[in-house]
């Protein structure tokens, strides 16, 4: 069956550092594009960032851009999100999706906190 698996999570001081991954399986990973989503307290969840089938074109949204990397590695069935300078405001469950044409899956997330 499908899965996507989120880690990397965990609580980290501002200005610093983690990196999530997500780890695809039941699908022809290299085919999908994917993205990382993230969702605050009572907040709507909202794109992060983006990367094609290939790897060869990513996109940010404006609040992470100079911050944070996408990337994948398709023979390992993985996509990554390189988080730096990490704000207080980026505490969020950050969750990773997968899309190909109407077909969507999503994974359980994986909590990120900024915190001193």
């Known amino acids: 069956q499908v899965q996507l698996v989120e880690s990397g999570g965990g609580l980290v001081q501002p200005g610093g550092s983690l990196r999530l991954s997500c780890a695809a399986s039941g699908f022809t990973f290299s085919s999908y594009a994917m993205s990382w989503y993230r969702q605050a307290p009572g907040k709507e969840r909202e794109l992060v960032a983006s990367?094609?089938?290939?790897?060869?074109?990513?996109n940010y949204a404006d609040s992470v851009k100079g911050r944070f990397t996408i990337s994948r590695d398709n023979a390992k069935n993985t996509v990554y999100l390189q988080m730096n300078s990490l704000k207080p405001e980026d505490t969020a469950v950050y969750y990773c999706?997968?899309?190909?044409?109407?077909?969507?899956?999503w994974g359980k997330g994986t909590l990120v906190t900024v915190s001193s």
């Open positions: 999706r997968a899309y190909y044409y109407t077909m969507v899956y």
């Open positions: 990367i094609a089938s290939t790897g060869n074109s990513a």
